[in-house]
């Protein structure tokens, strides 16, 4: 059986970039650049519904909306939380976004989880 393809939904480039080098499975990050339009959640659905969902988003009142959003469109997602004091996931310490990409069963690399 094919492992179910993983996609982490986080909101800009920074992101991207940053839980990119922590992840050592092949996984896709897309990133949605603020909020969706509904034309655009759509797209997202369509892609991704075969796919194993996170959403990784801000701790704000623009991420939080984002999750509302996915909330209603991929009941299945699993959602994963920074801690509310670093706000940004571009700016969480590596060593707290690897555990939380860890808890989700999601495999980083033992150098960040120091």
């Known amino acids: 059986m094919m492992e179910m393809e993983k996609v982490i939904i986080v909101e800009g480039r920074s992101d991207k970039k940053k839980i990119a080098n922590l ?3 092949p996984v896709e990050i897309v990133c949605t650049n603020g ?3 509904s034309s655009k ?3 997202f659905v369509d892609k991704l519904y075969d796919k194993e969902v996170y959403i990784l988003v801000d701790a704000d009142e623009a991420g939080e909306k984002l999750r509302r959003q996915f909330k209603r469109e991929f009941p299945h997602a699993e959602h994963l939380y920074i801690d509310r004091t670093y706000r940004e996931v571009a700016t969480a310490p590596v060593q707290h ?3 939380v990409l860890l808890g989700a069963d999601i495999d980083v690399y033992a150098e960040f989880l120091k």
């Open 23 to 25: 992840i050592k499975e």
């Open 35 to 37: 909020t969706i339009s």
């Open 97 to 99: 976004l690897a555990s």
């Open 41 to 43: 959640m759509d797209e």
